[in-house]
Every structure is written in C-alpha cells, then in structure tokens.
C-alpha cells in the first residue's frame, strides 16, 4: 500500500511537471527539434540555401519570418511547408516540431509567441533562415522567463 500511495504521488508529480512544461513554452524540445535539423547536412540543395531577398529566385523555398506577436501561427505555416517540399529526411523530427507549434498555438501557450492565428511576414528566409528564427525566439521567451 505504502508503495502504492509513493507511485501516485509520482505520477501527480510528473503530471505537475508535464503541464508546467507545455505551459512554459517546451523550450528544450523546440531547441533540440530545430538544432537536429539545422545539424543536417543539406547545403548543397539549392532549394533551401538561396537568398529569399532576391526577387529572380523562384525556385528557392522561401518560408516566413515573423512579425512580433505572430510567431507561432508563422512557425506553423513554415513547417507545414517543409513538411510538404521534403526537402528533410528528418520527416519525424519535423511532425514533432508540427505538433508542438499546433498546440501551442491552439492552447495559445507561449504567451507573446501565440498572440495571432495569422501569420504576418513582412520578409522571408530559406530553411537555415527560419530555423534561426525559431530559434531566437525560444530563446528570447527563455530569457525573458529566467
Ligand atoms: C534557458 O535558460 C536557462 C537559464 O538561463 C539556461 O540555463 C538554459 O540553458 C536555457 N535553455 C535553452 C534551451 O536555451
Ligand atoms: C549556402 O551555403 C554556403 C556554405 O555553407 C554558405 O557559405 C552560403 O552563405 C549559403 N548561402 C545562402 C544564401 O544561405
Ligand atoms: C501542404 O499540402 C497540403 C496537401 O497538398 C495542402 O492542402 C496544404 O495547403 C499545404 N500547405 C502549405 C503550407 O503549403
Ligand atoms: C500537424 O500537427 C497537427 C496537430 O497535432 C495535426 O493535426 C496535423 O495533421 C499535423 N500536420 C501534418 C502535416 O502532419
């Protein structure tokens, strides 16, 4: 019984710990998501490494970068579209980020980050470009929270 009353208690407490987590942003998760797909070797495609600030480069695949206030609903629409081009073979790592976005978004978790469902971008970047971004962001909320 004894052994019983610690187990539930575990499980409240790793319940506690869960939703506090997701509340807060799951920084960690976001920072190894995105640092496992920047680590990847995909230099030599030209569809993720252009410039997006040139007008001629149609065929780059150009993803948003937020402005303030709009940055989960943008991180949706961005990873969606790397979802859909397949230009990774981390697939799982991308339906990971997919579905910690989408939650956050829809719980509007994350404070600042979840403020609109409209993506708003006033410039684009390729693949390196706005994972960088992500990146940035989770930190800035990271920071902001220490
Ligand atoms: C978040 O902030 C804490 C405290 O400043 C730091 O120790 C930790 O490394 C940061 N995490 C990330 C993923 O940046
Ligand atoms: C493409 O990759 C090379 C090598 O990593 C880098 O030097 C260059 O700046 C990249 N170009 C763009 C437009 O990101
Ligand atoms: C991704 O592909 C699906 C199915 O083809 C399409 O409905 C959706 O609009 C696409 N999303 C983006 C952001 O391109
Ligand atoms: C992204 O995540 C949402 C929420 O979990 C899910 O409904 C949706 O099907 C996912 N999109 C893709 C392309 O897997």
Known sequence: MHANASMLS?????????SVQAHDCQVR??????????????????????????PTANSCLCLPIPEPGHELSCFVEGTERLMNASVTSEATTLQLLNRSFQ???ERKFCGQLSRSDQCQSKTKGNMKEFLTQIRKSYQEINKSKA
């Open 10 to 18: 575990y499980v409240f407490f790793s319940c506690l710990l869960l």
């Open 103 to 105: 939650t956050q978004l």
């Open 29 to 54: 998760e976001i920072m190894l998501f995105t640092n496992r797909l920047l680590a990847e070797k995909l230099q030599d495609k030209t569809s993720v490494n252009c410039s997006c600030r040139e």
